[in-house]
């Protein structure tokens, strides 16, 4: 297999700290040639550790070195200047997280993507970390029966929220109600060095077209298990004929269906194997009366902490992609939808707690005020790409 030039675009906390030590690993496939960070400092230091190409901008960086795939780990808010940028200048894209923080900045990143026949995946990471993967499996499998119910209490909300919520609902969304509340909180920094003075919290109703609903409580604060909150997160999905709750798969004995009808837990087992001082996943399982759910982790011969396999997966997604021209597992319009759902949840808190039901065919008050304090603090227009990427995007 012939290996793919990679450079990554960004990198501060989430680029520095969780993409590059795997790309890194990735060494069968790709080539890392340059680290690209408006911070020269930054951009240096990790182009030292990585023996990559240091560069300060998006313009430098396409036009001295040969790329395949850019790895776009710079703010969200700036995720669309990038990623147009670099699909102009025919670079297969990776882009963290949200896709871009509104339709409009979306649908011109997936419209330059197309139009310059780039690859575009979107690095959405909490439905790939085995645990989610596993149970992916046993939802396929039947164990639990047609889905129809989905509680996700104290877990991650917003886009990746939604993108969990609509994977376990095996459906299309046909509403959303958000109720939000914003509450003053103690000047804290979290563990992920955010800062927060209040707490944003919300709460969703989400009903799908296939008849599962699903419910979800977030907050800022509950993001990095601050102050004491989101300790005992609740995940709850409801099937026709069992019920997953946290690590437990709940089922019936058939002989007890008519007679008391108690679902019995079962504890899926994990097996790591030892490989040189570490140890790495190899499956996890589940052993049921009737039948055995198994997941394997295929990506054990990387020899990569179970924490690092979602960015390991996403990265192989794209280079799958681009290599075998096909297209990535998770996608653009996947994550334009959770980017939707998300806008269509705090619209609804908004609007009186009024429905919102998809899709979104207007522009949003939430959009117009994200687009108007863009354009306040950075001083040009959201769909400006060209000021965009010479505009240093600051840490929240
Ligand atoms: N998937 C997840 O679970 C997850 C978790 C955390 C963050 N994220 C996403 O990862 C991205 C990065 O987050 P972070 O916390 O690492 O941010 P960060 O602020 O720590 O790092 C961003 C880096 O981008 C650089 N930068 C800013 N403007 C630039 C420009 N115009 N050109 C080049 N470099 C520029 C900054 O100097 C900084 O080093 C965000 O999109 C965030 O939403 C995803």
Same mark, same amino acid.
């Given at each position: 297999?012939?290996?793919?030039?990679?450079?990554?675009?960004?990198?501060?906390?989430?680029?520095?700290?969780?993409?590059?030590?795997?790309?890194?690993?990735?060494?069968?496939? !790709?080539?890392?040639?340059?680290?690209?960070?408006?911070?020269?400092?930054?951009?240096?230091?990790?182009?030292?550790?990585?023996?990559?190409?240091?560069?300060?901008?998006?313009?430098?960086?396409?036009?001295?070195?040969?790329?395949?795939?850019?790895?776009? *780990?710079?703010?969200?808010?700036?995720?669309?200047?990038?990623?147009?940028?670099?699909?102009?200048?025919?670079?297969?894209?990776?882009?963290? $997280?949200?896709?871009?923080?509104?339709?409009?900045?979306?649908?011109?990143?997936?419209?330059?993507?197309?139009?310059?026949?780039?690859?575009?995946?979107?690095?959405?990471? !909490?439905?790939?970390?085995?645990?989610?993967?596993?149970? +992916?499996?046993?939802?396929?499998? %039947?164990?639990?029966?047609?889905? #129809?119910?989905?509680?996700?209490?104290?877990?991650?909300?917003?886009?990746?929220?939604? +993108?969990?919520?609509?994977?376990?609902?095996?459906?299309?969304?046909?509403?959303?109600?958000?109720?939000?509340? $914003?509450?003053?909180?103690?000047?804290?920094?979290?563990?992920?060095?955010?800062?927060?003075? +209040?707490?944003?919290?919300?709460?969703?109703?989400?009903?799908? %077209?296939?008849?599962?609903? #699903?419910?979800?409580?977030?907050?800022?604060?509950?993001?990095?298990?601050?102050?004491?909150?989101?300790?005992?997160?609740?995940?709850?999905?409801?099937? +026709?004929?069992? *019920?997953?709750?946290? /690590?437990?798969? !709940?089922?019936?004995?058939?002989?007890?269906?008519?007679?008391?009808?108690?679902?019995?837990?079962?504890?899926?087992?994990? $097996?790591?194997?030892?490989?040189?001082?570490?140890?790495?996943?190899?499956?996890?399982?589940?052993?049921?009366?009737?039948? *055995?759910?198994?997941?394997?982790?295929?990506?054990?011969?990387?020899?990569?902490?179970?924490?690092?396999?979602?960015?390991?997966?996403?990265?192989?997604?794209?280079?799958?992609?681009?290599?075998? %021209?096909?297209?990535?597992?998770?996608?653009?319009?996947?994550?334009?939808?959770?980017?939707?759902?998300?806008?269509?949840?705090?619209?609804?808190?908004?609007?009186?707690?009024?429905?919102?039901?998809?899709?979104?065919?207007?522009?949003?008050?939430?959009?117009?005020?994200?687009? /108007?304090?863009?354009?306040?603090?950075?001083?040009?227009?959201?769909?400006?790409?060209?000021?965009?990427?010479?505009?240093?995007?600051?840490?929240?």
């Amino acid at each position: 297999m012939s290996k793919l030039n990679i450079a990554l675009v960004g990198a501060g906390r989430r680029g520095g700290g969780a993409h590059l030590p795997v790309i890194a690993k990735l060494k069968d496939v !790709y080539n890392l040639v340059a680290i690209c960070d408006i911070d020269e400092e930054v951009a240096t230091r990790y182009a030292k550790e990585y023996g990559a190409t240091p560069y300060t901008n998006v313009r430098d960086l396409v036009d001295r070195e040969e790329l395949d795939v850019v790895d776009i *780990t710079v703010p969200g808010v700036a995720h669309h200047a990038i990623a147009c940028f670099m699909a102009d200048a025919g670079v297969h894209i990776l882009c963290e $997280t949200p896709i871009a923080v509104s339709l409009p900045t979306t649908d011109l990143i997936i419209e330059r993507a197309k139009a310059n026949n780039v690859k575009l995946e979107v690095a959405e990471n !909490y439905y790939r970390v085995p645990r989610e993967r596993f149970l +992916s499996k046993v939802i396929e499998a %039947d164990v639990i029966g047609e889905v #129809a119910r989905i509680y996700r209490i104290f877990h991650e909300g917003g886009y990746h929220g939604m +993108s969990m919520l609509r994977l376990r609902a095996g459906g299309e969304p046909k509403s959303a109600l958000g109720i939000t509340q $914003t509450t003053p909180v103690i000047p804290i920094i979290d563990r992920m060095k955010r800062h927060h003075t +209040s707490e944003r919290w919300s709460l969703g109703f989400i009903e799908f %077209d296939n008849n599962a609903t #699903a419910l979800m409580v977030y907050s800022n604060v509950i993001h990095a298990r601050s102050l004491g909150r989101g300790q005992t997160g609740i995940s709850q999905i409801d099937g +026709s004929k069992g *019920t997953i709750v946290g /690590e437990d798969i !709940y089922v019936t004995p058939a002989d007890q269906l008519e007679s008391g009808a108690r679902g019995v837990p079962y504890r899926p087992q994990r $097996t790591t194997i030892d490989m040189d001082g570490l140890d790495v996943l190899e499956k996890i399982s589940l052993e049921l009366p009737e039948q *055995t759910v198994i997941w394997e982790n295929p990506l054990k011969n990387y020899r990569l902490p179970e924490g690092r396999l979602a960015v390991a997966d996403e990265l192989l997604s794209i280079a799958t992609a681009v290599l075998n %021209d096909t297209e990535p597992e998770y996608g653009a319009a996947r994550a334009r939808q959770d980017q939707e759902m998300n806008i269509a949840m705090s619209e609804s808190g908004k609007r009186s707690r009024e429905t919102i039901t998809f899709p979104l065919t207007e522009l949003t008050e939430t959009e117009r005020g994200t687009h /108007e304090s863009y354009e306040k603090q950075y001083g040009h227009p959201i769909e400006d790409i060209e000021a965009g990427i010479d505009t240093f995007f600051p840490r929240r």
